[in-house]
């Protein structure tokens, strides 16, 4: 029911940013928790950043700490992250996922997440 579409992604340099959107359409997405994933190629999907309905909670992977922040705009039903000192290990497939249930003890495992977007390509060189 919910449709989500990534935008933003593309190709850097090591050190560069980029600021990934997922707009959402539906009733529900507001009532949403909502997170990040990537996926590169030969590995599994691993999860990037949860948020949680209104911003106030937020949980990284170790592997971004301190790079990367996610937010969300709910009145314009729309995620975001925004990526800083990219690195080449960062190159994948991100997608936006949206978790019905938004648990305070929910967490990164893709299984939780039931809606998902079709993914934008983040590609950084050295």
């Known amino acids: 029911q919910v449709r989500l579409v990534e935008s933003g992604g593309g190709s850097v340099q090591a050190g560069g940013s980029l600021r990934l959107s997922c707009a959402a359409s539906g009733y529900s997405y507001s009532t949403y928790c909502m997170g990040w994933f990537r996926q590169a190629p030969g590995k599994d999907r691993e999860g990037v950043a949860r948020?949680?309905?209104?911003?106030?909670?937020?949980y990284y992977d170790d592997s971004v700490k301190g790079r990367f922040t996610i937010s969300r705009d709910n009145a314009k039903n729309t995620l975001f992250l925004q990526m800083n000192s990219l690195k080449p290990e960062d190159t994948a497939m991100y997608y936006c996922?949206?978790?019905?249930?938004?648990?305070?003890?929910?967490?990164?495992?893709?299984?939780?997440?039931?809606?998902w977007g079709q993914g934008t390509q983040v590609t950084v060189s050295s």
């Open positions: 948020i949680s309905i209104s911003g106030a909670r937020t």
């Open positions: 996922a949206a978790d019905p249930t938004c648990r305070r003890s929910g967490t990164l495992d893709p299984g939780e997440y039931n809606y």
